[in-house]
């Protein structure tokens, strides 16, 4: 037994500053942190067009006869409470809990907030990528790989990603 536990505390170890590299202390902050500077018609209204989709109501959509039906056909009894719905319909559930009603909310794409919500790092595109924003250089390729993650026809429907985009894109008009 006794042998087993020197590497697995080496591990450990090894571990910790690993991890710290890949998120140093960057934190989920909610759409309602963006819709303060991304709603105005001047802006785009980036925070509205995401209100009124389908992604702003992917978990409470898992409260619907619909969900249960599905889950019922995929052997699931609580749509809510399933990682697999929840994956898809609500991905913060798990690492940030209080956000889990948002579903797919604007950080499931652009990456957690807390270091680049900053009007100082959002203006210099630079630096708010360095501090965690995703972005998928207007490249429609990078945008469809993303989309793809959870619209590979999970329930059978047939998926046109121009189409997508069309309905839920958000651009900032040109100045
Ligand atoms: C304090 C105001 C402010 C807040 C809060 C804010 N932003 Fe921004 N954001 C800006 C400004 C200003 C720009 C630059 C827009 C422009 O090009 O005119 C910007 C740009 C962006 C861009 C486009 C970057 C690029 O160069 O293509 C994204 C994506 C973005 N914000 C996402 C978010 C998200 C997600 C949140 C919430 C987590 C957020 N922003 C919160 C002010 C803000
Ligand atoms: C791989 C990602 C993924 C998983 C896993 C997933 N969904 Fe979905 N779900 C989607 C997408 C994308 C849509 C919208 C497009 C579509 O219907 O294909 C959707 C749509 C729905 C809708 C609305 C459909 C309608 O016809 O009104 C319901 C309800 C739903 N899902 C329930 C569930 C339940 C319950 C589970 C778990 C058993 C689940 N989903 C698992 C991605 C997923
Ligand atoms: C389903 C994924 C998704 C969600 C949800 C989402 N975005 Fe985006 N957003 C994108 C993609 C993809 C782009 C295109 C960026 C690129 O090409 O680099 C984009 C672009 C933007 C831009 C820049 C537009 C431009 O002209 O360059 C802003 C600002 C932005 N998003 C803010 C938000 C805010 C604020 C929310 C939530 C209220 C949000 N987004 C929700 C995927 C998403
Ligand atoms: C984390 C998973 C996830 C990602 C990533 C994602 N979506 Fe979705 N999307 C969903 C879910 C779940 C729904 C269904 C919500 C519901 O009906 O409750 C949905 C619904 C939609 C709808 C509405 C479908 C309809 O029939 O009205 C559109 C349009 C859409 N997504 C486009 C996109 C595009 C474009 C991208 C990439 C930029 C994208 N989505 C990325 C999970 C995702």
Redesign the pocket.
């Known amino acids: 037994m006794k042998r087993n536990i020197v590497p697995v505390i080496a591990l450990v170890t090894l571990a910790v500053p690993v991890l710290f590299l890949a998120a140093p202390n960057r934190k989920y902050v909610g ?1 309602s942190a ?1 819709k303060l500077c ?1 709603k105005s018609e001047m802006q ?1 209204r ?2 509205v067009i ?1 209100e009124e989709s389908l ?1 702003a109501k992917a978990f409470l959509n898992l409260r619907t006869d619909k969900a249960r039906e599905i889950g019922a056909a995929a052997g699931v009894s609580d749509p809510v409470s399933n990682v697999q719905c929840l994956g898809c319909h609500a991905p913060l559930a798990d690492k940030a809990p209080e956000l889990r009603d948002e579903g ?3 950080e ?3 990456g957690p907030g807390s270091a680049y919500k900053k009007l100082s790092v959002m203006q210099d595109r630079e630096k708010a990528v360095q501090n965690g924003l995703v ?5 429609p390729g990078m ?1 469809e790989a ?1 989309c793809l993650k959870c619209h590979q026809n999970p329930h059978g429907n047939p998926y046109d990603f121009r189409a997508a985009w069309e309905r ?1 894109k ?3 008009p040109p100045k």
Request: overall charge negative; charged content about 10%.
């Open positions: 759409a963006c991304h785009g980036q925070y995401w992604h797919v909310t604007c499931v794409c652009h972005l998928y250089d207007a490249d945008i993303h839920i958000h651009p900032v």
